[in-house]
């Protein structure tokens, strides 16, 4: 069976109900249960209504179509720019988060805050046998990482439009769990629900991977730079040890720090 006959994604309006994902084709899918049905567009299911929600500065860049086309180029994340001040390569980076998720090929893998899809392709074409769904806020991200992997042909990706506070998906549905360069966006009370939905959706011995910005600044200043630099910008940095204390308050263990050098961390995490 293929592995996205196996993905279960709940309904949104009944909470009960599945999601069948015979076709994902351009259309409609609709519910089992209360036969609710939700868009899909240019491959992106759609799970949550028009929003007008307040964006941070750092939320509007994501959907700005120009930073968007240039967002793997290297102008900025495959760039020496970004490798300079992150201390890391990005396909360094990405072999380190590979192995952190001890990946064999046939995992179903849950790519969180997927942006324009530069983690989920290369998980797709690594997990062979496996299945990778993207989830992002961001309408644009989600049509412009639809488009390259279509472009690609990659069969075993999925990409919906969700909210991290509420994963659509049953308990135990994934054996990875990636937040790679998105983590940073979310304010620390709802970083912490959303990593609780993380061990939620993980099964038991499942993997989480992230990658983020680093907090460089000792001692209370730094606490201070980073609040006011939020209400400013809507981005978030993180000492090692903050990201630890919030992993293990979601119910994550086996915590490891792989790489914390200059703007950037790399960290992992296991679901009892």
Known sequence: ??????????????????????????????????????????????????????????????????????????WFRKGPGFS??????????????IQAA????????????????IYSRSFAKRLNRGMVVGLDLSVPM????????????????????????DL???????????CCATIHLFPIPDLLRVLKEVNRVLKPGGRFTTAALRNWIPGQLSKKFVNRYYQKVGTNYFHPEDLESLF???????????HAKRYWLVMSAFKP
Not at 54 to 65: F, Y
Request: charged residues 25%; proline residues 4%; contains cysteine.
């Open 102 to 117: 001890k990946l064999e090929g046939d995992e179903i893998l849950l790519d969180l805050g997927c942006g324009s899809g």
């Open 1 to 74: 069976m293929h592995k996205a006959m196996q993905l279960r994604i709940l309904c949104p309006n009944c909470k009960t109900g599945q999601l069948s994902l015979e076709s994902k084709a351009d259309g409609e899918i609709h519910c089992t249960d209360c036969s609710a049905s939700f868009p899909v567009k240019e491959g992106v299911i759609g799970l949550l209504p028009a929003s007008s929600r307040q964006r941070s500065l750092s939320q509007s860049l994501m959907e700005w179509k120009p930073f968007i086309e240039i967002y793997e180029s290297r």
């Open 168 to 178: 659509p998906f049953p308990e135990n549905e994934f054996d990875v769990v990636t």
């Open 84 to 97: 300079l001040i992150s201390g890391i390569s990005f396909d360094r980076e990405y072999e380190m988060i």
């Open 142 to 165: 989600l049509s412009y990482a639809s488009s390259r992997a279509r472009a690609e042909g990659l069969d075993n990706l999925l990409f919906i439009h969700g909210n991290a506070l």
């Open 248 to 258: 293990q308050q979601a119910g994550l263990n086996n915590i490891e720090c792989h």
